[in-house]
């Protein structure tokens, strides 16, 4: 089963308006981590955020802005105004305490921002 | 900084013949990881090292996939005879420490097998 599940593919907005990314996850550990990479069409992968299980503050940083609720087992991941420098490939990425060093990433969302 | 280096950028070779990636980490990071991406499979995780130690390659997909660590600073990646299907974006990570830090990816080898 997959651990990390990013359900939209692809996403297309036009430049300026807002864009949520989904991100659901499956574990049973109380102690866990969850990250969200960016991967621009250069192809290298660049880390965003990272939040651990105990801790469910929602996070802005600039346009950028995360969204963690245990209750669903999600950690959305919102652009306010987007740009075209924002179209990129963003992937969610899960590490449980219990599995040593592994992520287990999500299949990534394909974000297109249209000038 | 300079973060973590991969070489060569892109590779392009046939059938048959052997390719070595390699692999500079953050100096300072005690884990190193190599990861393959395509697109029928996503990220995958081949192996991951501690130490210079090879902790877990439950990844590699086959004896023609082999991976060293001789020190903390270098690490290469070999396919050895290179087939299609190794074609594929391939990433080395570091982290200081366990995983939950994140890594710091390299910025990728393009691999395409002819």
């Known amino acids: 089963a997959q651990k990390v599940t990013q359900a939209q593919t692809e996403i297309s907005v036009v430049e300026k308006e807002d864009v949520t990314l989904d991100c659901v996850y499956e574990?049973?550990?109380?102690?866990?981590?969850l990250f969200w990479y960016k991967q621009p069409p250069s192809g290298e992968l660049v880390f965003l955020i990272r939040?651990?299980?105990?801790?469910?503050q929602n996070e802005i940083s600039g346009r950028y802005s995360w969204n963690f609720q245990k209750s669903t087992s999600s950690f959305n991941f919102t652009i306010t105004a987007s740009q075209v420098v924002d179209s990129a490939v963003y992937f969610c990425a899960l590490s449980e305490a219990s599995s040593g060093n592994q992520f287990y990433f999500g299949t990534g969302t394909s974000l297109t921002v249209i000038p | 900084d300079a973060g973590v280096i991969q070489s060569p950028r892109h590779e392009v070779t046939e059938m048959g013949q052997e390719v070595t990636l390699r692999c500079k980490p953050i100096s300072g990071h005690d884990y190193l990881f190599w990861y393959r991406q395509t697109m029928m499979r996503g990220l995958e995780l081949l192996i991951y090292?501690?130490?210079?130690?090879?902790?877990?390659d439950s990844g590699m997909p086959e004896d023609r996939f082999s991976a060293k660590m001789p020190n903390a600073s270098f690490s290469t990646l070999k396919i050895q005879p290179s087939e299609p299907r190794d074609s594929a974006v391939y990433f080395c990570?570091?982290?200081?420490?366990?995983?939950?830090?994140?890594?710091?990816f390299g910025s990728g080898t393009r691999l395409t097998v002819v």
């Open positions: 990570a570091s982290s200081q420490g366990v995983s939950n830090y994140g890594y710091t």
């Open positions: 090292f501690n130490n210079n130690v090879p902790i877990d």
């Open positions: 939040r651990n299980s105990f801790d469910e």
């Open positions: 574990t049973r550990d109380t102690t866990y981590y």
